[in-house]
């Protein structure tokens, strides 16, 4: 069910989400190169994607949901590594409604961290 992708696809995709979801790390301004993006999670609605700093060691998982375009980021606890995450994550395929719920549940982990 994971989709492989060859080096020049990926990278690709990488610049994409490093220009649509974050050029820089929230925490300390330093900005992402591709080689700190790790793509969980790429289906035709979501994507979830991994940003490491590598001047703060910070951690963001962010989602990005295709269809609605809209993109959404938090800090994780870095003892949850990334495999674990793409474990969980391609458990299943997910539907949209599944996307709705995590990204209404983003919303309030939002605001309660914030
Ligand atoms: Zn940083």
């Known amino acids: 069910m994971v989709k492989s992708f060859n080096k020049n696809?990926?990278?690709?995709?990488?610049?994409?989400f490093i220009d649509?979801?974050?050029?820089f790390c929230d925490k300390c301004g330093n900005p992402?190169?591709?080689?700190d993006l790790e793509i969980?999670?790429?289906?035709?609605i979501s994507s979830i994607i991994?940003?490491?700093?590598?001047?703060?060691?910070?951690?963001?998982?962010?989602?990005?949901?295709?269809?609605?375009?809209i993109s959404n980021r938090m800090?994780?606890?870095t003892d949850?590594?990334?495999?674990?995450?793409?474990?969980?994550?391609s458990m299943k395929e997910t539907s949209v409604?599944?996307?709705l719920d995590l990204y209404l549940y983003l919303k309030e982990q939002e605001k309660v961290v914030l």
């Open 32 to 35: 992402y190169s591709r080689s």
């Open 97 to 99: 409604e599944e996307i």
């Open 40 to 44: 969980i999670q790429d289906t035709n």
């Open 50 to 69: 991994h940003f490491s700093c590598v001047n703060c060691k910070s951690n963001h998982i962010a989602t990005f949901f295709k269809p609605i375009g």
């Open 75 to 77: 800090p994780i606890n």
């Open 9 to 16: 696809n990926l990278d690709e995709k990488k610049q994409f």
């Open 20 to 23: 649509t979801i974050a050029k």
């Open 80 to 89: 949850l590594n990334v495999e674990e995450i793409g474990k969980f994550s």
